[in-house]
């Protein structure tokens, strides 16, 4: 099977090298792509430099955009997996074929790398698992089922959801409501325990209030997902 990994990237000149390092010693069978979105720092020189597989959006699209980007060369180039994998360095691909094994074994559509089963690595901020947890209960209620990391961005798809995100994914924060939808759809979703760094050089770009934002917006689009025929 041809699996492919997708890497947003935007401003991520520091931490490129150690995440291609990482899936090259770690995940040598899975292919990679970065996909810049339209970094202001040097990553794209970098990527050229290095000879890395990437790709330069010409606009910036955010998150939501960068990743659809990934999944639509993804679809192009006929593999059969993708797997969404940060380019800050928190993910760590030594999952990523236990990921995979795990992903035939149960006939999953999506099986997302959750922090959250064993409590080990880097847990995020008290404030924003406090809100992953009111997410986790939305989510849950409306689709009865109980997904954890609903926010995790390490996750691993087949090719029916890759197909689905082709044809659309939410422009920012885009995890959540995404995984809803595959929920409601009626693909199987599944999670395995992982553990995470903290990111590998820079900052995030969610502060409070940014955090505040993403409660509601994320909580309002999976609301109104939900009566989606």
């Not at 770690?26 to 790709?55: K, M, T, W």
């Not at 959006?57 to 993708?82: E, M, R, T």
């Not at 996750?155 to 924060?173: A, E, G, L, S, T």
């Not at 820079?202 to 989606?228: A, C, E, T």
Request: proline fraction near 4%; glycine fraction near 8%; include cysteine.
């Amino acid at each position: 099977m041809k699996k492919l990994i997708i890497i947003p990237a935007y401003n991520e000149e520091k931490n490129i090298d150690f995440v291609v390092a990482d899936i090259c010693r770690h995940a040598p069978e899975f292919d990679y792509v970065i996909v810049n979105d339209c970094s202001r720092d040097g990553i794209r020189s970098l990527c050229r430099r290095q000879g890395y597989n990437h790709i330069d959006l010409p606009v910036n699209l955010g998150i939501g955009g960068c990743v659809q980007a990934g999944y639509l060369y993804a679809q192009k180039h006929d593999y059969d997996i993708a797997v969404q994998f940060d380019g800050d360095g928190q993910h760590d691909a030594s999952y990523l074929n236990p990921m995979f094994e795990a992903m035939m074994k149960q006939n999953s559509d999506m099986i997302i790398g959750s922090r959250f089963l064993h409590g080990q690595g880097f847990q995020s901020s008290a404030l924003r698992r406090g809100g992953i947890k009111f997410l986790s209960w939305l989510i849950k209620v409306l689709n009865k089922k109980e997904i954890r990391d609903v926010t995790s961005g390490l996750r691993m798809v087949n090719r029916k959801v890759i197909d689905d995100f082709c044809q659309y994914y939410p422009n920012d924060y885009p995890e959540p409501e995404t995984l809803s939808a595959c929920l409601r759809k009626g693909y199987r979703v599944d999670e395995f325990p992982v553990e995470m760094r903290q990111r590998h050089e820079g900052q995030s770009s969610i502060n409070i209030p940014g955090s505040v934002y993403y409660m509601v917006k994320v909580s309002l689009s999976i609301l109104i997902d939900r009566f989606k025929m």
